[in-house]
């Protein structure tokens, strides 16, 4: 029997696993040092928990089965839900803000394609309990920081204000499972069949224009001005707007002015309440979201009180997708620092006992392991990225000395048992 991996899943072999490591804490990083701490939930969750966000029609997108006690439980799909339980299992009493990132696997019984996955990585952040715009200028700016640490290049973060939208819906007496409809029809970017719809509601027909010349704006600061006239009769929607130039503000103060006003952002879940932004980056075709996020609250969904969140999604996989379209060389192919090579097979215990004492001293060392001769050993050495050979001869070490090879010079040179730590690790910070 041929065993496969399931379908829609994917193995990551070393180098993959370096780069992606190296990725995610770059990210975890950019997150704690804006005072996110890190938590972890279940895999699995019970199925109400995503029925309750997302309704009924998420059962047939999803990994859901009853364990052996009867249980509905679900393969979780995204981790909003999960932090939004934690907090009412355990952080209601918390002082707020509270602020949390994650890291993890999802999972979506879909088919697969490119850039789509059955299973998947989520690396995120929520801050519950903050007000607006003050915690979406501070999560967008640090969606923008991790970016810029990864050295990503060519995204566009598009921002919009969900209240705008809704608030000329509203005065028009629209009903919510209306509203979530238009809001869905806007998120899927379908022009042509949003018209149909609003053609078949009860909708002034100034309202319609509106609606549908707002949804193709896209600019910068410019955009304010232009649309605060023409939502002046519509103050609930004007007072979105005026939100929304607020944020802009505070985006200045934090550093980030590199955004582009796109009042068609709908992210069409009726929990989303405000502002809301989705990252974008060419060159990965219809999958060139990477990010999305904006404030929510789903705490009063699941029957808390009402508690303002905002929070964004990295698409892990996308993200490292697009790196690899930028950069295919991202850092990665280095196994190890040095490599412990005893010349001959008496020199063996030897060596074991110099590449511990390296590894005690925080050195990545490997050691030869399977008896090779020493052409042999420095061919492996040189395959596994190791930037320094540590040779042990019979004579040197009755001397108390070992031999270091430079691998990218090639030069060689003896020093002391005693001292050949502080040496390589002196070296390999110089290379840094």
Do not use: M, T
């Given at each position: 029997m041929e065993l496969q991996k399931p379908r829609g899943t994917r193995d990551f072999l070393f180098k993959e696993m370096k780069e992606r490591k190296l990725v995610e804490n770059t990210m975890r990083e950019v997150f704690e040092t804006y005072g996110y701490q890190e938590i972890k939930t279940p895999i699995f969750e019970d199925l109400s928990l995503f029925t309750l966000k997302s309704g009924e029609g998420i059962i047939e997108e999803i990994y859901h089965f009853q364990d052996k006690g009867g249980r509905d439980l679900a393969l979780r799909p995204e981790l909003t839900a999960p932090v939004a339980r934690i907090y009412l299992n355990q952080l209601q009493k918390a002082p707020k803000p509270i602020k949390m990132y994650y890291f993890g696997s999802c999972f979506r019984y879909e088919r697969p394609q490119a850039g789509r996955f059955r299973q998947f990585w989520q690396l995120g952040c929520e801050l519950i309990g903050g007000k607006s715009p003050d915690s979406e200028a501070e999560i967008i700016a640090m969606a923008a920081h991790c970016l810029e640490e990864l050295k990503l290049k060519d995204y566009q973060i598009h921002l919009g204000n969900l209240g705008i939208l809704r608030g000329i819906l509203s005065q028009d007496s629209i009903s919510a499972e209306h509203q979530d409809q238009i809001m869905a029809m806007i998120d899927k970017g379908d022009a042509e069949e949003l018209e149909k719809l609003l053609n078949g509601i009860e909708i002034p027909e100034t309202s319609k224009n509106i609606l549908l010349e707002l949804i193709g704006m896209r600019g910068h600061q410019e955009i304010i001005n232009n649309v605060k006239?023409?939502?002046?009769?519509?103050?609930d929607a004007l007072k979105s707007l005026e939100e929304l130039e607020s944020l802009l503000i505070m985006l200045k103060a934090f550093g980030f002015t590199d955004y582009i006003v796109n009042l068609g952002i709908a992210r069409g879940l009726d929990y989303y309440t405000g502002t809301v932004f989705e990252i974008y980056v060419e060159g990965l075709g219809a999958q060139k979201q990477i990010s999305g996020g904006g404030t929510y609250n789903l705490i009063e969904v699941f029957g808390g009180e009402k508690v303002e969140s905002t929070g964004f999604a990295f698409g892990f996989d996308r993200v490292m997708e697009a790196l690899k379209i930028q950069n295919p060389s991202i850092p990665g192919?280095?196994?190890?620092?040095?490599?412990v090579a005893p010349i001959s097979a008496e020199m063996k215990l030897n060596a074991f006992e110099i590449?511990?004492?390296?590894?005690?001293?925080?050195?990545s060392t490997d050691v030869e392991?399977?008896?090779?001769?020493?052409k042999?050993?420095?061919s492996f050495a040189a395959n596994s990225g190791a930037k320094f050979v540590v040779l042990i001869g019979a004579?040197?070490?009755?001397?108390?000395?070992?031999t270091i090879k430079d691998m990218t010079s090639g030069e060689q040179e003896q020093v002391s048992i005693e001292m050949v730590s502080d040496v390589l690790l002196n070296q390999i910070n110089n290379e840094e």
């Open positions: 006239n023409i939502l002046n009769d519509y103050p192919d280095e196994r190890v620092d040095v490599f590449a511990q004492n390296l590894r005690k001293c925080g050195i392991l399977v008896g090779r001769k020493l042999k050993i420095l004579r040197e070490l009755e001397e108390g000395k070992v």
